[in-house]
């Protein structure tokens, strides 16, 4: 309780949303005079997992604390159309390749990269720098740059850059319009002597025109100088690469960032935000035009922390500045491979909130010891969680070469026996959307099962076809993993998706191929598995 960060770091199935979890329980009990429901938010991962977790509580005995996703609530702030996570991941992960899928995998990797928090960092700086100059109306001087530098630099500086030039504005238009009305009375004096047939209205009239004509030009230099717009700024910076190099001329610039500016600012002039751009546009709003403090709530959970960018970790801190904040995550369960996370424990570092701690847990309780054996296989030697794995004994992982054209037959029945072997909750985890509807279409009409690939998708008792990323923070009593072939998983990068997906599973764990098993469960140790092969095909 005397930390203000608390970060807990722990392997698949080692309790950290039950931990979360309670220790909301804890403060609503523990703080019940100062604090209510409403006083807590909880970050999730996608709407499926919250509604997983709504359960909770109230079973605890306290109200349901606040909940929202990080797509939702920059939506929210933006008010743009903005591509949803789900969206980007299905992208990466269904991706083919081509010149522009390699583009879009480099972009997400910079934008989440500290190279690229610098860059921001010295666009502000750019962007902040103005240059004054005295504004005349009719020969005469209305504001003096002197006055403009001091009004801007110094008499409201700790005010955001936006809210500055305002002030500055303002001030003009305020010297303006006393000169303004003396020579609306000189015009109409004029116009009276040239056409004395022209009535009073007329004259006030004309004289008002003429002079709004003739204050034009300064109002519109004015308009420009103190104008500005964050995500018109957020654009020009990728309006070329040029103009890139030289804002970022201190940092590590990807070579590929020509491709990345034209791709980024595609999007952008047709008012279309990327995932990856969402916490750049964010930070940008906030520090032009001051970020909008949430003070009211005094507890935040990030859970699947790893999901989260070191500007997004920054914005926690800027827009919660009266929380304290417990996060949660595990390296190993990282489904976007483009995704720049160090580190959990060195969020500390980008959050900068003093008095801080860490929690490291080694012991799962999700899934078997033969599960997590095979699972942790899957990981290279470096990530391999060092855990004190489950007591609880169980069934090697099952691996099933099948032909195509019997492995939706193959999949009801291996559903139906799970079922018979009194296994409750059962799950198909596809890599993609795409591959989960395709199977959906050919399995739905032979056993009753659920199609779920976006955040309307809610879990039920019969068995679900589903995505990895929205299986995150997920449990089943059984898996089905029905792409583990080669085509699906064949890259080093691909390993924590595998991985994710089969620690999805509390009991058992079926992967089914079709002519190739992927490399990164073929070169396992076979002992890790029991392995069948099914050679007979449609009647």
């Known amino acids: 309780e005397g930390h203000r960060l608390m970060i807990v770091v722990g392997p698949a199935g080692s309790g950290k949303t039950s931990i979360a979890l309670h220790r909301a329980a804890y403060l609503l009990y523990k703080e019940r005079e100062s604090i209510k429901a409403e006083n807590i938010l909880v970050f999730s991962p996608n709407w499926i997992f919250s509604e997983y977790i709504s359960n909770v509580l109230p079973e605890l005995g306290e109200e349901n604390i606040l909940q929202t996703t ?319 794995v489950s007591v609880r004994m169980g069934q090697k992982p099952e691996i099933i070469k099948v032909a195509n054209d019997v492995l939706a037959d193959s999949i009801v029945e291996k559903i139906n026996q799970l079922k018979n072997d009194g296994n409750g909750s059962i799950a198909v985890v596809c890599k993609t959307a795409k591959t989960a509807k395709t199977l959906f279409a050919r399995v739905h009409s032979k056993t009753d099962i659920n199609l779920i690939i976006d955040d309307e998708g809610v879990l039920g008792k019969i068995p679900v076809i589903i995505p990895i990323y929205l299986a995150k923070g997920l449990e089943f009593d059984a898996v089905i993993i029905p792409d583990a072939d080669a085509q699906s998983y064949h890259r080093d990068t691909e390993r924590k998706i595998l991985y994710t997906a089969c620690t999805r599973a509390l009991h058992r764990l079926v992967l089914y191929y079709g002519v190739n098993l992927s490399p990164l469960v073929e070169k396992l140790n076979p002992n890790l598995y029991e392995s069948n092969e099914l050679i007979f095909t449609n009647k």
């Open 70 to 388: 990080f797509q939702d609530y920059a939506a929210n702030i933006l008010k743009k159309k903005c591509e949803e996570r789900n969206q980007q991941l299905e992208y990466i992960l269904a991706g083919t390749g081509g010149n522009e899928y390699r583009v879009k995998e480099e972009n997400i990797r910079y934008k989440s990269s500290l190279e690229f928090i610098e860059v921001i960092e010295e666009y502000l700086k750019f962007l902040e720098k103005r240059e004054f100059q005295d504004f005349y109306f009719n020969g005469q001087l209305v504001i003096s740059k002197e006055e403009c530098a001091e009004i801007y630099y110094q008499r409201y500086l700790f005010f955001p850059v936006t809210k500055r030039l305002a002030m500055v504005r303002e001030r003009f238009f305020y010297l303006l319009e006393p000169l303004r009305r003396k020579r609306v009375k000189e015009v109409e004096k004029i116009l009276a002597d040239g056409d004395e047939r022209l009535e009073e209205k007329e004259l006030k009239a004309l004289a008002r025109m003429k002079v709004r004509a003739e204050a034009e030009g300064v109002i519109a230099k004015v308009s420009r100088l103190t104008h500005l717009n964050y995500f018109e700024a957020y654009t020009q910076l990728f309006s070329n690469g040029n103009f890139f190099r030289k804002v970022a001329a201190s940092t590590l610039i990807p070579k590929q960032i020509n491709e990345i500016c034209a791709q980024t600012f595609k999007s952008l002039v047709n008012n279309r935000v990327n995932y990856e751009d969402l916490a750049p546009l964010l930070y940008l709003k906030g520090v032009l035009e001051g970020f909008p403090k949430v003070n009211g709530i005094k507890y935040l959970f990030i859970d699947e922390a790893q999901d989260y960018t070191p500007l997004q970790y920054r914005l926690f801190k800027h827009i919660f500045p009266k929380s304290s904040l417990t996060v949660l995550g595990d390296l190993n369960q990282l489904v976007n491979p483009y995704a720049f996370v160090d580190n959990i424990q060195t969020i500390a570092e980008n959050i900068d909130i003093p008095s801080s701690t860490s929690i490291r847990l080694e012991k799962s309780y999700r899934s078997t010891r033969e599960i997590n054996d095979f699972a942790g296989a899957l990981l290279p030697k470096k990530s391999q969680p060092k855990m004190d």
